[in-house]
């Protein structure tokens, strides 16, 4: 049950020409559930991907970089949801490639231009055998619709408890563009350069050597800034393809308006599919906004925005619809700015004023932070009073229901 | 309900001569509890402590680090629950000295020889005149004998389910000495330098000087790697008093065999006293053991140690006795080594071999992590193969009751 999050139909997403989308049920780990999505790209689309900063980096992450980096131009992703195929060591590294080589075969690739994606639990090996002998149903069900990317959404799903699409067509110089992406995360969600899996693409035409930019700076924006247990995956991705099939000039630059425009919008379905992210997180019952104002740098301002949204003691008090501010001003003092100055320091709950210089604000009354606290979506402001830098993130409450689903997954 | 922790009986704690300790009830926040506690020292007594790192330290740390800077020689410690006296600005620091001042005037001390503590809800301002009226019963009530440092380690008791207090008698130079020690905590518990509260006292005669070196290096192998929640507090302190009763010579330098002896008990009578916050920490059901060897610095060892420490999805694990080892691989990849050779983790849990050369070890058996992974206390040993550093934290699972507590507090 996510917070406010309302699942689009298939005719709210827009297609992207060049892109089709498979679903099969593969058995990887259960039966009778959608678990092996692939995504076929025509020839001549940009890939790029940001991915996992995790050092225990997932075995098709390890892939995945070995493949954009030999440049062949990627042609097809293979996503496996069951199964992170993560502290699997050499075999794992085997598994992946030969999945790779098995669909490489199917199209009439070679391996390089396949990229493999693996979610679910870590330190099981891959089922090879199942996943190849899912590709062929996945492969018949490839179409470009609406509905497809649906369904890719529910294929991707873990313990998720609502698929994540998103869809936007903008003009750029005239010329409708569309950008659809879809997301799968709800636990062991911090990203850290990227999230759990995300995909987005577009059929805006992109100079070579632009959709890893375009991939980074969207995923600073977006995935790069939410949190919800503060654990980060070993199989976070998240790729950006760019088909070049709308009919507009090709953009030579990120930096000019129709770079800006195109930047703009992938960047707001990323930061719809990373809050839905938030929104599904496990056990979520509130979407939170930490803002840190007033920070020298945005390194001390994401320091104490993550500080704060990490706390279980300020998750638990979300939870509670307990406005114990002062367990929101212990995670900022534990941040490590070590030249802190509490007598500077103001919060704020949505409109009520908290915290002046450090102290309790004369005005704030425990009625006022309560009935914020209460609400379904809070934003968090402090203030450090340092200097001019601002960085949000975003995250959710700390539940019952989040030791459960962690306590009863897996076994 | 502590995990294997059983409350010392009032004749098991020795008393140690030249301190004094008296509790009384002053309704600081709830009425009918003992929530103000005196800890009175004879003259000559050697005082030192170390303190919570966080930036927004409470107004009574504040002036505990006056007090010990004016060197005026302490003679009496003064403890409230129910109210942290922390996020209150400048009137917090009025507060704090007011109670120094009336407590001093009682017993015609300067203010400065009085130490503050403070331990409860953040950011409500103290309630004065409270604990000014409850002064004289505890002064009243204070007496050397064991029953009186189990009556203090229950008055300064606040989410904790049971009283920890510690005792041990060595022999140096064939002459007995003592070292006593009470402490609370149970939640926003990840002590950086210091923990929630601890007092350790022994008569041992010290030279001028060694006191904070004695107490510095009691914490780093005792509060200073413990963990429950991550929260660092607002409050924590760490004293140690040396009365100089004891009919011993002097001892002149603690890496002399009588300072190693001495060391070794304060060490272990605080070690004991934070084993006994891991085990009452909020909602624990197992009291866990993580070791991280083979690092290039203590640095390394304990990152990897606390992110391992800290994981939600780690600390469920635990409660639900799931052997889901991966969650605890992708916390030493995400710990922040950025050069980690994935291919040389190794992973214990106990006697168990789990993960050699990064992968699933291949004698593994699911039921062997799961015979381990019932019990309720745990060792986790990583290897990182890097180097020759070990270091070793202790922290709690994560259960239901951690959030139906942290939930409850304070509504």
Known sequence: ?????????????????????????AHVRKPNRKDLT?????????????????????????????????????????????????????????????????????????????????????????PVPRILAGLPAALADAAPDGAHWLRAAEGIMTTDTVPKAA?????IEGVPVTVTGIAKGAGMIRPNMATMLGFVATDAPLAPGLIDALARRAADGSFNRITVDGDTSTNDSFVVMATGRAPLARIEL????????????????????????????????????????????????????????????VKTAFYASD??????????????????DQGRIELYLDDVHVVTRGGRHPAYREEDGQRVMRQSEITVRVDLGRGAVAETVWTCDLSHDYVSINADYRS
């Open 1 to 25: 049950m996510a917070v406010n999050w309302t699942v689009p139909s298939a005719d709210q997403l827009w297609p992207v020409a060049g892109v089709r989308l498979g679903v099969a049920e």
């Open 38 to 126: 692939v995504m076929l790209l025509d020839e001549g689309a940009a890939v790029g991907g940001v991915f996992t900063r995790n050092r225990y980096c997932a075995a098709p992450v390890q892939v995945c970089r070995e493949h954009l980096a030999a440049g062949m131009g990627v042609r097809a992703l293979v996503i496996n949801t069951g199964c992170a195929n993560a502290g699997t060591g050499e075999q794992g590294l085997v598994d992946a490639h030969t999945v790779c080589i098995a669909l490489a075969q199917k199209l009439d690739l070679a391996p390089q231009q396949i990229l493999p994606f693996s979610t679910g639990v870590i330190m099981e090996p891959l």
């Open 167 to 171: 869809s936007r067509r903008i003009l």
């Open 254 to 313: 990120l930096d000019s308006p129709a770079g800006q425009a195109l930047l703009a919008a992938v960047t707001e379905v990323a930061r719809t599919l990373a809050h839905a992210i938030v929104r599904d997180g496990e056990g979520a019952t509130k979407f939170i906004t930490v803002r840190v104002e007033g920070g020298r740098d945005a390194d001390e301002c994401l320091r104490v925005a993550y500080a704060v949204a990490h706390s279980p003691l």
């Open 323 to 340: 406005p114990n501010l002062g367990r929101i001003l212990a995670a900022v003092g534990y941040a490590g700015i070590d030249d802190l």
